[in-house]
């Protein structure tokens, strides 16, 4: 797995003395496609008049190939985005043929 960290929220974390569940922290699973990119601004517009708030992104994708299943992308271009819209990235590696469940993956 890895983690990208938007420079704003990078931010927020070091300067602010909140807990997370004080902050808000919103996990927004991405897939990179018009969809997910929907959601995030469903998203920022319900709670953007509340209390401060994170919005972190969670990806899953192969662990061979590096592509996001349902989008046919690269993790390369989902992080590119991630980057473009300074939002932190959590990619979780899915391995093929793993006995492993999807759910205890992500919680990994």
Avoid: C
């Avoid at 902050?23 to 469903?42: N, Q």
């Avoid at 271009?77 to 991630?82: G, M, N, P, S």
Wanted: proline letters at 2%; zero cysteines.
């Amino acid at each position: 797995a890895f983690l990208h960290v938007g420079a704003s929220e990078m931010f927020n974390f070091v300067h602010v003395s909140t807990s997370s569940y004080e902050r808000g922290v919103k996990v927004l699973f991405w897939s990179s496609g018009k969809d997910s990119f929907l959601a995030l601004r469903a998203l920022v517009k319900l709670y953007e008049k509340s209390k401060p708030f994170i919005i972190i992104l969670l990806t899953t994708f192969d662990s061979v190939s590096r592509v996001v299943a349902h989008q046919d992308v690269h993790i390369d271009e989902v992080l590119k985005q991630a980057e473009h819209l300074d939002i932190s990235l959590v990619g979780v590696p899915v391995h093929r043929g793993s006995s492993e469940s999807y759910l205890t993956r992500i919680k990994g």
